[in-house]
């Protein structure tokens, strides 16, 4: 019998601790898929720092290393400078990386280490129960923006793939989501992408995955996805932001 359809080796069968309707599983899923697809798991180092995703280690089927919050970056830049024949990739947060870490992936942007950054935005901090995060949009309900974020207070939300595309050093930034099939299809190709950029030698690639939050949101999973269709990706439009190859920037 011809086999269609199997779980990415790279990924491990065990347990899920995140929330019913969370799709870092399904994130998950297309970093192992890709990893298994180029034939390095045994090549491959995972950096997770503190938030939701902080058990990846749990996950993946390669070495894991957890890093302090917000210093993914950093702590990848040192694997992958001292085994530079290594695949290494970041998993991070918005929380994380847009907040305590914004210098960390800034610095190793525009320094142009040879990193995979997988960046799960979801507006909001989930693993430490729903506070206002640096990409929680405006008039959005927090635990600490009880009436809505209030931009003549809080400030507006960071367009971190924006943000990331205009240093030098960053080769291919992306915003995807995995809200629908077609966009799921479309997520893959840009991780793809991104791991195949950091074979190749071409610099730091950075992949901005729009996800949802159910528990925090306080809505279904597929009011969720809707929610993220017409408030997230309005504000955060997906695409290709920048690829060295075309000097598209957008």
């Known amino acids: 019998m011809k086999v ?60 894991m290393f957890e890093a302090a919050h917000g210093r993914a970056p950093a702590v990848a830049t040192g694997i992958k ?53 640096p990409t929680t949009l405006p008039g959005q309900v927090t635990e600490t923006t009880p009436y809505g974020r209030d931009v003549n207070l809080a400030g507006h939300p960071i367009r971190v793939s924006e943000m990331i595309s205009t240093l030098t050093g960053a080769c291919y930034v992306e915003r995807v989501s995995v809200d629908s099939v077609p966009n799921v299809i479309k997520a893959k190709k840009a991780i793809k992408k991104a791991f195949q950029n950091q074979l190749e030698g071409k610099g730091f690639s950075l992949i901005e995955v729009l996800s949802i939050c159910p528990t925090n949101w306080g809505l279904s999973p597929k009011e969720a996805m809707q929610w993220l269709r017409d408030n997230m990706m309005p504000y955060y439009p997906l695409g290709v932001k920048k690829d060295s190859t075309t000097e598209e920037v957008k």
Do not use: W
Not at 104 to 129: D, K, P, Q, W
């Open 4 to 63: 269609v359809f199997q779980p990415p080796k790279a990924l491990l069968d065990v347990p899920t601790h995140y929330c019913p309707g969370c799709t870092h599983g399904v994130i998950h899923r297309l970093v192992a898929e890709v990893i298994d697809e180029l034939g390095i798991v045994d090549k491959t180092i995972g950096v997770a720092p503190v938030g939701c995703s902080v058990l990846a280690y749990d996950y993946f089927a390669c070495d």
């Open 81 to 133: 400078r001292t085994n530079p024949d290594k695949v290494v990739f970041t998993y991070q947060g918005d929380g994380d990386l847009a907040a305590i870490g914004t210098a960390e992936i800034v610095h190793a942007a525009t320094r142009g280490e040879h990193l995979t950054t997988i960046f799960v935005n979801n507006c909001i901090y989930g693993m430490t129960g729903g506070q206002m995060a």
